[in-house]
T-cell receptor, first 111, second 113 residues
Framework: RKEVEQDPGPFNVPEGATVAFNCTYS??????FFWYRQDCRKEPKLLMS???SGNEDGRFTAQLNRASQYISLLIRDSKLSDSATYLC????????????FGKGTTLSVSS | NAGVTQTPKFQVLKTGQSMTLQCAQD?????MSWYRQDPGMGLRLIHY???????DQGEVPNGYNVSRSTTEDFPLRLLSAAPSQTSVYFC????????????FGQGTRLTVV
């Protein structure tokens, strides 16, 4: 089983839509969880960390379910500029030496 | 503040050639790592370092060497390039990824012919 699994998509949505991405991870000892955004041919950039209680940053809401080893990202009121690949990421070990990436989910927002 | 700087941005190598991909960070981060990204594979960890003089292997280390003589620099060496090493390489740095994530360089696009 891959350590971090995501639905690759693509998700094609109109502007203003709400879209949700899901992710599962296999290492129950993982402590830290993130969503990264990657634009075409660019480096990954941290979108938001994911906390156990859930957290929100503007139009973006992240949720974590440790019991199910499940992470989600909700994007409300999608903008054209949200078009990108969204990477689900967990830290590799308890010391946080490096990261393990999912393959990413591609989002395309159209007008 | 430059962040994480990778050089070169693009490189074409012939099979069997060697080269070094450079990575430097100016944030005084302890942890640095190298990833490769291939279509349909996501980012995979090659090698990582938790401080000067300390390195370890990641998921796909074969064909690559690293060293960490200073906090700032973490070069990745391809010993004898093979077409299978054609990829985009990203360097990342962080204090620790626990709760903080990592910052990435802009990547090096390597083609081995």
């Amino acid at each position: 089983r891959k350590e971090v699994e995501q639905d690759p998509g693509p998700f094609n949505v109109p502007e203003g839509a709400t879209v949700a991405f899901n992710c599962t991870y296999s290492n129950s000892a993982s402590q830290s969880f993130f969503w990264y955004r990657q634009d075409c041919r660019k480096e990954p950039k941290l979108l938001m960390s994911v906390y156990s209680s859930g957290n929100e940053d503007g139009r973006f809401t992240a949720q974590l379910n440790r019991a199910s080893q499940y992470i989600s990202l909700l994007i409300r009121d999608s903008k054209l500029s949200d078009s990108a690949t969204y990477l689900c990421v967990v830290n590799r070990d308890q010391a946080g030496t490096a990261l393990i990436f999912g393959k990413g989910t591609t989002l395309s927002v159209s007008s | 503040n430059a962040g994480v700087t990778q050089t070169p941005k693009f490189q074409v190598l012939k099979t069997g050639q060697s080269m070094t991909l450079q990575c430097a960070q100016d944030m005084n981060h302890e942890y640095m790592s190298w990833y490769r990204q291939d279509p349909g594979m996501g980012l995979r960890l090659i090698h990582y370092s938790v401080g000067a003089g300390i390195t370890d292997q990641g998921e796909v280390p074969n064909g690559y060497n690293v060293s960490r003589s200073t906090t700032e620099d973490f070069p990745l060496r391809l010993l004898s390039a093979a077409p299978s090493q054609t990829s985009v390489y990203f360097c990342a740095s962080s204090y620790s990824t626990v709760f903080r994530g990592a910052f990435f360089g802009q990547g090096t696009r390597l083609t081995v012919v």
